[in-house]
């Protein structure tokens, strides 16, 4: 069965340069949700899309932001790295009552 | 305090034993909650989700709810060691039974040894 994808599965970065993690649904997937996950932490929602429209946004920073492409791949494009964006950051899959994580993406910013 | 809070961990556990984890929340409008597991550096895995008050029995895994109480407990029957990981409880606190962004609590280890 098809699964979530995420790339790059690991990324590593420099303080104040950019990142571009990208999501690919579950084919017939509605819905994607952004998650980062600090080291020893749990799941904080950054931003959801459906149908391509943003549909709720979270804790995420001003330097961060998403979106939802004609084919339902997401990218979440974040701007001025900073170290405490080192993270775990999935995406979730979703349609009506099924809902998938990604493997994730390991931003690491040094 | 956190939306979403969980039993203090770790929780330790002898093979074969009943593991019991727990759950608070505190918005009463908050309709659907579910049970992830995550191993080390994976993503989390959905176990199960409830909406009802009462008990929702998956194999060896049943969910229980009491949203007069806003509690959510996971107990896990014949633990075996594969059962070793963090298991988050989240909420959708917007009502409605669907996923919608979720609410974690912070996670239990869960150890189960031969």
């Known amino acids: 069965a098809a699964g979530v994808i995420q790339s790059p599965r690991h990324l590593i970065k420099e303080k104040r340069e950019t990142a571009t993690l990208k999501c690919y649904p579950i084919?017939?997937?509605?819905?994607v949700y952004w998650y980062q996950q600090g080291p020893g932490q749990d799941p904080q929602f950054l931003i959801s899309?459906?149908?391509?429209?943003?549909?709720d946004k979270g804790s995420i920073p001003d330097r961060f932001s998403a979106q939802q492409f004609s084919d339902y791949h997401s990218e979440l494009n974040m701007s001025s790295l900073e170290l405490g964006d080192s993270a775990l950051y999935f995406c979730?899959?979703?349609?009506?009552?099924?809902?998938?994580f990604g493997p994730g993406t390991r931003l690491t910013v040094l | 305090q956190k939306e979403v809070e969980q039993n203090s961990g770790p929780l330790s556990v002898p093979e074969g034993a009943i593991a019991s984890l727990n759950c608070t929340y505190s918005?009463?409008?908050?309709?659907?909650f579910f049970w992830y597991r995550q191993y080390s550096g994976k993503s989390p895995e959905l176990i199960m989700f409830?909406?009802?008050?009462g008990d929702k029995e998956d194999g060896r895994f049943t969910a229980q709810l009491n949203k007069a109480s806003q509690y959510v407990s996971l107990l896990i029957r014949d633990s075996q060691p594969s059962d070793s990981a963090t298991y988050l409880c989240?909420?959708?606190?917007?009502?409605?039974?669907?996923?919608?962004?979720?609410?974690f609590g912070q996670g239990t280890i869960l150890t189960v040894h031969p």
């Open positions: 979730a899959s979703t349609r009506r009552d099924t809902q998938y």
């Open positions: 084919p017939r997937h509605d819905t």
């Open positions: 899309f459906y149908e391509k429209m943003q549909s």
């Open positions: 918005d009463r409008g908050s309709q659907s």
């Open positions: 409830i909406y009802s008050n």
């Open positions: 989240a909420v959708n606190p917007a009502g409605g039974t669907s996923y919608g962004k979720l609410t």
